[in-house]
C-alpha cells in the first residue's frame, strides 16, 4: 500500500521574507497542481525534476499569494518520492493559509521527521546521516556545525563499512570453517584471523573516545569556579564571559549564591558557575551559598579551583583540594601580577595555570589547558563522531562482542563460539546506521525532528 502524500510548513516559524510548504508522496504533484497556476500555463504534472515554475497560489477563485513551485521527481528527491516545494511570503498566517488548503485537496500533515523518516525508509540516507540532520539545524556552535556536517557527509557510515567489512570477512571465514573443517582456510590464520578483530576494536575504541569529546562540543562542559572568598573568583570568572557578570569587591563573601553564565573557550562551551566562596561561617544565608558551591563540585564536569597566590594555604584551601582531586580540575593560582607566597608544591601531579584575572594575564594558558582536559584537541573537520547515545550504546555493543570474540579466540573456545560473538558484533553495527532495526527505534528517532524535515 503506498504511503499517503503528505505537507507541513518546512521552514521557521515566525515572520520572514519567504517560507516554504513541502509536499511529498504519490499524489505531490496532482495536489500541487489543484492550488498552483504558472503564469507559463503549464501543469507541474508535464515538467520535468528539479524545475521551477512562478505563479500564483488559489483557492477556487480566491487568489492566496504569489508562489515559485519546484518540483522534483521520485527518486531524485529528499525523500525519493515525488516532492513540490511552494516558496510564498513568510508571513506565518499566509504559510498556514496555504497549507490549509493542501491539506484539502488530499494531502495530510507529516508528523515530525516524516520527510526524513521517509528518505531513510526509501534508502536516500542510513541513520548515522539521519541523525546528523537536527544537528546540522540546532547546532550552537562552529564546532558542532562541523561534526555534524562531517557525519551528514557519512565519515560516520563510512568509518562504520569498514568495521563491518573486516567482521564480516571474520564471520564469513567462521562460516567456512565450520561447513570445511579439514581445508586450509587463509582468513583463519590465528594472526590473519586476529588482526582483523584488532583492528575493528581499535577504531570502535576510538569512535568511543571521540564521542565524548564531541559531546562536549555539543553540549558544553559543566564548570564550577570554586575556592574561598576573595581569591578572585568572580574576577575569573569576568575574564572568561568579557564582561561584569560577578560582583567584584574586595569584601569577602561578596557571592552568596551561583552566578551562572555560557562562556566560549575556543570551540569549547562553559556552563560557569560561580560559586560562593567555601569557608567556614555561622551567616545563615552564607552557608546555604557555601552548601551549594559543594553540591555544585559534585555535580560538574569540570572544576576551576582557585587559590590567591598572596596568601598562604590554609586548612580551608587543603580541604578545597582534597574535594577535588577525584574531579576533572584544573588548580588556577591568581593574583600573580603581585608577590607570591603560597606553596606550589602542594599541587604536584595536578593541572595548575597561574593567572591574573584581574589583568587579564594567563587566559591562553588556562584555554589550552581546557582544551586539552576535554579530549577536544584531537578532533579534526574530518573526524567520523557518533552522535547520540543510541549510536554510543550500538558502538558499545558492537565493541563488546569484538571483545568477546577476541577473548574467545585465545581461550581456544570453538570457532563457532567465536562466530556468535562476531554476529552479536555485527547485528549491533546493522542498528547504529539502520540496516536492520525496528519499526520502534525508528519511530523514537524521527519523533525528536521538527514537523517539516
Excluded at 54 to 69: F, H, P, Q
Excluded at 178 to 199: A, C, G, K, T, V
Excluded at 231 to 243: D, F, H, I, P, R
Aim: hydrophobic share 40%.
Amino acid at each position: 500500500m503506498a504511503e499517503k502524500t503528505i505537507a507541513a510548513i518546512a521552514s521557521a516559524s515566525g515572520e520572514g521574507a519567504l517560507g516554504v510548504i513541502r509536499i511529498s508522496g504519490e499524489n505531490a504533484i496532482s495536489i500541487a497542481d489543484s492550488v498552483f497556476s504558472a503564469v507559463s500555463g503549464k501543469s507541474l504534472e508535464s515538467l520535468k525534476g528539479y524545475t521551477a515554475a512562478y505563479g500564483v497560489i488559489k483557492d477556487n477563485d480566491t487568489r492566496l499569494d504569489d508562489a515559485v513551485a519546484t518540483v522534483f521527481r521520485n527518486p531524485h528527491s529528499y525523500t525519493g518520492e515525488d516532492v513540490v516545494e511552494f516558496s510564498v511570503h513568510g508571513g506565518s498566517i499566509m504559510l498556514r493559509s496555504v497549507l490549509r488548503l493542501i491539506l484539502s485537496r488530499g494531502a495530510i500533515l507529516a508528523e515530525a521527521g516524516e520527510f526524513t523518516k521517509r528518505a531513510f525508509l526509501n534508502g536516500k540516507l542510513d541513520l548515522t546521516k539521519a541523525e546528523s540532520i537536527m544537528g546540522l539545524i540546532s547546532a550552537r556552535s562552529e564546532a558542532e556545525l562541523r561534526l555534524s556536517r562531517a557525519a551528514h557527509s557519512g565519515k560516520v557510515s563510512s568509518k562504520i563499512a569498514e568495521i563491518e567489512a573486516d567482521l564480516v570477512a571474520a564471520d564469513a571465514s567462521v562460516a567456512a570453517f565450520s561447513d570445511y573443517p579439514d581445508e586450509d582456510i587463509e582468513d583463519l590464520n590465528p594472526e590473519n584471523f586476529l588482526r582483523m578483530l584488532r583492528n575493528a576494536e581499535k577504531t570502535l575504541h576510538k569512535m568511543l573516545r571521540d564521542y565524548d569529546a564531541g559531546k562536549i562540543l555539543s553540549e558544553g562542559i559543566r564548570t564550577a569556579i570554586v575556592g574561598k572568598p576573595n581569591v578572585g573568583k568572580s574576577t575569573l570568572m569576568n575574564m572568561l564571559s568579557g564582561e561584569e557578570r560577578s560582583i567584584v569587591t574586595n569584601v569577602a563573601g561578596t557571592t552568596r549564591d551561583i552566578i551562572e553564565e555560557t562562556v566560549t573557550i575556543g570551540d569549547i562551551t562553559l556552563r560557569l558557575a560561580d560559586t560562593a566562596g567555601i569557608h567556614e561561617t555561622v551567616d545563615t544565608v552564607e552557608s546555604i551559598g557555601v552548601k551549594l558551591a559543594k553540591e555544585r563540585i559534585e555535580t560538574s564536569q569540570l572544576v576551576l579551583a582557585v587559590f590567591d597566590s598572596t596568601s598562604a594555604l590554609n586548612k580551608e584551601d587543603l580541604e578545597l583540594l582534597e574535594a577535588v582531586k577525584t574531579k576533572n580540575t584544573i588548580v588556577i593560582i591568581n593574583k600573580t601580577d603581585l608577590e607570591s607566597v603560597i606553596d606550589k608544591s602542594v599541587f604536584k601531579d595536578m593541572r595548575v595555570v597561574e593567572v591574573s584575572a584581574k589583568q587579564g594575564i594567563g587566559y591562553d594558558e588556562l584555554k589550552e589547558e581546557i582544551i586539552e582536559i576535554s579530549g577536544t584537541n584531537n578532533l579534526s573537520a574530518d573526524s567520523a563522531v557518533l552522535i547520540g547515545e543510541r549510536q554510543r550504546a550500538c558502538a558499545e555493543r558492537a565493541l563488546d562482542g569484538v571483545e568477546e570474540a577476541i577473548n574467545a579466540l585465545q581461550t581456544g573456545c570453538t570457532m563457532d563460539a567465536v562466530g556468535v560473538c562476531i554476529d552479536d558484533a555485527i547485528s549491533a553495527l546493522f542498528e547504529l546506521t539502520g540496516k536492520r532495526v525496528t519499526n520502534e527505534v525508528t519511530d523514537e528517532i524521527f519523533r525528536r525532528f521538527c514537523v517539516g524535515k
